[in-house]
């Protein structure tokens, strides 16, 4: 008997970092006996071992958990658990998309962040009944009223009916079940339409192909039934239906206002786009659910294999991931310096962080990877226009009739004593100043458009510092703009090497120039000759450093006749530069390949 | 006719430890010195056993005999003449043989001093370092440059003219300056051999940890920069040459005919036995298919005194050939390649080796003979890297 749709409620949860969203939900699942407590692993929804580690989630959830509220009924509450990073902010809206109402949770002591508010505004965007929950208020340093001043001020949203909350010791946590059942409105939607489901996540499993989390918005999905995919039109069967509670359960059907998973003998994740709609083959919806976006990386760099035996292993490596994640993309590339590697591209710097450790870690690979950049739009002086995210394959000077670089706006909230430092840093990289306003008595909110560029290379690390962890980011690409950039390259003893080459904006050419020459300086060891460092913008020298030639490297006593040792020390040596790579007839460690990462560093 | 042995007499203990030190060598009660030379006697005593066990082809006749540290002179006078006796009722001391004993300036005492002549020492190294006394005390040594001077009297007037004195390039406190009063008073002193060390930095001696580390213990923050200890090591060779005590190996420098025998043996192969803690030795193997055999006693004291086992390495033909190399062109006289050809068959690859070094100024080849530079000698690690395989 399937249940009315009067009593589901469709949820998420905001919140920022360690605010409390993964306990939150464990107490979720705790009260309504969807698990108990023997079966409760450590936040149960975080399930990759990365996850865990870094206190985020990665990927969306759906579980489904059946409560009987004060009034006596039961209800069905699908909790869809969303990715809590700036890189992964389109699947935040498709899994937000899947709902009609969301928990802000907002930690007592310390207050809004921009990570919340940014998905706050996509929820209220689309529409959901936001229901403000302020968490940790067990803690002493707990200051609710201040909580409810910043959600007003900075969401503008009435926190008076605001939950507080202590996930941690379960006070006032069955009272957010309550507000979900009287606040959040019931999905609306008919089961007899024709079916409009939306995808808003899909992961390959090894043993069952791929699993799509989806949320029905009309119509009815069947096993056996005949889908078809709006983006691609490629059709299948359906395998599989059921929800998680969160073990999966099969259940014959989703009907229009429920969400769960299907399975439909899908072998590549490609083929399931976030934000895709599923409609019904024979019978096809009249048009798709509004949202749908190809996802399109933003950052990009070259994944090198320090062995340059390991090089089928990472292809092989990265046709697996690929499997799992349709977002992060890969092309052969080859490079002078580094032979044989992969042109890569990412949602963002959290994404490349999670790919490259996940090939290190799961793959055992030693990696090199290449300065992040982004990809530019250049109008070349006949007229076309080409877009490169590889140094390397940059246009000569003479080619380029003009160059656009993506541009993001950036959110950031921070407080009062720590503006000044963010202000200096924004400015240095560029940024434009959109709005600047206190969203409470010492707490403010800066808007900024920044070209992304500059973001990649150092941004996230500065903020840290200049803010001592106080501030936060959030931002969204908002367009292009045109800038003078040009490709400053590092010559090595006279030769170019390609790998270190990146594009930089013609003001800052000559003082990056110089650190990043400065920078590989300390970077190279002394060989037995001199090595001129050079960077260069064409054919002009901006920079030089030299590393002096070695003076000495002898070993004087004898060790009353101890020839092992000796020896032992000689194979050392030789080993040592086996792990760098020659370029030339000069030994470059691995670090320096990343050194223009580094090169603002204690600036 | 089989070639007569080096022998090596390890004898560990030291009045202090120096800061530069990163030998076995330590500060032991003097409780343990006779359970030491005990151990030391039974293993000379049992050289034929240990040789064959080791799979090295044994040879009775010794042409050269080393007591090194450590400071041999602070074992007492009963202990040392017991190490000697021992050695000559156990093995063929040939005639006008070698016999060195490393002193710490200030150990050589009227009694113990009558004790090595007795036992036929001809041959002292001092362990000098320096002769700028606040250098010699900022990294522990006991001694001031007058001891060192009457030391060097006192052994002249026992008759012990073939004397060395060792020198430290690179200590705390060194500038050009004061090394060069030291290399003034090395010559001055008319002695006929000089070793020049440059102070090594690893993690085996406190000094070199502090280097390492960054700090200011030991008067790490004093030492000269590696571009100034290797001027100073470059003076040396100049200084001494001109003196007419010249370099014959990248440490050790001697007037004609005062070549020490015993370290020689090292770089040019010949066989040697060595007896203490921390005592290699290198002997023909028996096996045919192995060029030679090494193997050393254990660097722990108690293990040794227990009797812990010995580690043993066979040197293959290959690995022998690259020996040649790397130890031969320690020598300024360098590699005989025509030589090593008789030996080693035919030098595939090392041409081209040669050519590349030779062009970049490290060394230089003269027909078959190969040598490397002032330069190449600095730089020789750089050098012998190339001419090992890693297996």
């Known amino acids: 008997m399937p249940m009315d749709a009067a009593f589901l409620r469709n949820f998420a949860i905001i919140a920022h970092i360690d605010h409390g969203k993964s306990t939150l939900a464990d107490r979720l699942l705790e009260l309504t006996g969807s698990l108990t407590a023997r079966e409760m692993q450590a936040q149960v929804l975080d399930s990759m071992d990365l996850e865990r580690e870094r206190g985020i989630t990665i990927k969306a959830h759906a579980v489904r958990m059946m409560y009987t509220a004060k009034d006596g009924q039961i209800y069905q509450l699908n909790l869809i658990d969303t990715p809590g990073h700036v890189d992964f902010s389109y699947e935040v809206s498709r899994s937000l998309a899947s709902c009609e109402g969301a928990l802000l949770v907002v930690d007592a002591s310390q207050g809004v962040e921009a990570q919340t508010l940014a998905n706050s505004y996509i929820a209220i965007n689309n529409g959901l009944e936001i229901i403000p929950v302020i968490n940790k208020i067990d803690l002493p340093s707990a200051d609710i009223a201040r909580t409810k001043e910043m959600i007003e001020g900075a969401v503008g949203l009435d ?3 605001a939950v507080p909350i ?88 989703l009907r229009a206002g429920e969400v769960g998973f299907f399975m439909a003998n899908m072998k590549n994740v490609a083929d399931t786009k976030i934000g895709d709609t599923v409609t019904d083959e024979a019978n096809p919806a009249i048009e798709a659910l509004p949202g749908f976006e190809e996802i399109k990386p933003m950052v990009f760099a070259g994944l090198y294999t320090v062995d340059a035996h390991e090089h089928t292993a990472l292809r092989e490596a990265l046709e697996k991931l690929r499997l799992n994640d349709a977002s992060f993309f890969y092309e052969p590339e080859s490079s002078a310096a580094l032979g044989f590697g992969f042109r890569c591209g990412f949602l963002g710097l959290l994404h490349m962080e999670i790919i490259q450790e996940r090939l290190e870690r799961e793959f055992g690979l030693e990696l090199i990877t290449t300065a992040p950049g982004v990809r530019f739009r250049i109008t070349k002086t006949d007229g076309d226009v080409v877009e490169v995210d590889n140094p390397s394959k940059w246009l000569s000077q003479s080619e380029i009739a003009k160059v656009e670089e993506p541009v993001i706006l950036a959110t950031i909230l921070t407080n009062e004593e720590y503006v000044g430092g963010i202000l200096k840093l924004v400015e240095e990289k560029r940024g434009k100043q959109k709005s600047f306003e206190y969203v409470s008595s010492s707490r403010v909110m800066l808007q900024y458009e920044l070209p992304l560029n500059e973001i990649v290379l150092d941004f996230y690390d500065r903020l840290k510092t200049v803010s001592r962890g106080y501030a936060s980011l959030d931002y969204h690409l908002s367009g292009y703009w045109e800038s003078p950039m040009v490709k400053l390259d590092i010559l090595v003893a006279g030769d170019p090497v390609d790998a270190l080459s990146i594009v930089v904006h013609r003001d800052f050419a000559y003082e990056r120039g110089k650190a990043l020459a400065a920078k590989m300086k300390e970077l190279i060891p002394r060989q037995m000759f001199e090595v001129a460092i050079q960077a260069s913008i064409g054919a002009k020298i901006i920079a030089r450093e030299t590393v002096p030639a070695i003076r000495k490297n002898v070993l004087a006593k004898c060790y009353g006749g101890d020839i092992t040792r000796k020896r032992k020390l000689l194979e050392k040596q030789k080993e040592g530069k086996k792990r760098m790579k020659r370029i030339g007839r000069v030994d470059i460690p691995q670090e320096a390949f990343l050194a223009v990462l580094k090169v603002g560093e204690g600036s | 006719m089989a070639m007569p042995l080096g022998l090596y007499l390890s004898v560990p203990f030291c009045r202090t430890k120096c800061s530069y030190c990163n030998f076995a060598s330590d500060v032991f009660s003097r409780a343990v010195f006779h359970r030491y030379v005990d151990r030391v006697c039974a293993d000379i005593e049992n050289a034929a056993g240990i040789t064959e066990q080791m799979g090295g082809r044994f040879e009775r006749a010794v042409d050269s005999i080393y007591l090194g540290g450590g400071t041999p002179t602070v074992l007492d006078s009963p202990e040392l003449e017991r190490l000697f006796v021992t050695i000559s009722q156990n093995l063929e001391v040939r005639p006008g043989c070698e016999i060195t004993v490393e002193c710490a300036p200030g150990t050589l005492a009227p009694d113990i001093l009558e004790t090595l002549l007795h036992c036929g020492v001809n041959r002292v190294s001092l362990g000098v370092q320096s002769f700028v006394d606040a250098e010699a005390a900022s990294v522990g040594r006991l001694h001031q440059r007058t001891t060192v001077l009457d030391d060097i009297a006192h052994l002249r007037a026992a008759g012990i003219t073939n004397i060395n004195l060792d020198l430290i390039a690179g200590l705390p406190h060194q500038t050009a300056e004061s090394w060069e009063a030291s290399l003034s008073e090395a010559i001055a002193s008319g002695t006929p051999h000089a070793s020049v060390y440059m102070l090594e930095v690893d993690e085996d001696s406190r000094l070199g940890r502090e280097l390492i580390a960054g700090g200011t213990r030991y008067h790490a923050h004093f030492v000269p920069d590696e571009e100034l200890t290797a001027d100073l090591y470059e003076s040396a060779c100049q200084r001494l040459d001109a003196a007419g005590v ?19 043996k090292y770089w040019i192969r010949q066989p040697y036995l060595g007896f203490g803690l921390d005592a290699h030795s290198m002997l023909p193997a028996l096996d045919p298919g192995v060029e030679a055999v090494r193997f050393s006693t254990p660097d722990a004291l108690e293990e040794y005194v227990a009797g812990g086992p010995l580690r043993c390495t066979a040197v293959t033909p290959q690995a022998a050939l690259e020996e040649s190399f790397f130890l031969g062109l320690r020598l300024t006289r360098g590699v005989d390649l025509d030589a090593l050809r008789a030996k080693f068959g035919a030098l595939d690859g090392f041409d081209s080796l040669i050519a590349e070094f030779a062009s970049m100024g490290l060394m230089v080849r003269e027909h078959d003979l190969v040598r490397l530079t002032s330069r190449g000698r600095l730089l020789s690690n750089e050098v012998f890297e190339r001419f090992i395989s890693v297996l």
């Open chain 1, 159 to 161: 926190a008076a009916d």
């Open chain 1, 166 to 253: 202590s996930a941690k010791t379960g006070q006032g946590v069955p009272d957010v079940l309550e507000a979900v059942v009287k606040r959040v409105p019931p999905p609306k939607g008919n089961p007899d339409n024709r079916l409009q489901a939306l995808i808003f996540d899909s992961w390959f499993d090894p043993y069952r192909g791929v699993i799509v989390l989806t949320r029905v918005f009309e119509g009815t999905l069947r096993k056996g039934q005949k889908i078809r995919l709006w983006s691609n039109g490629r059709v299948f069967e359906v395998e599989t239906v059921g929800v998680l509670t969160p073990k999966p359960v099969e259940i014959g059907e």
């Open chain 2, 246 to 264: 010249c370099q014959y190996e990248i440490s050790n420098f001697a007037r004609a005919g005062y070549e020490s025998r015993h370290n020689l």
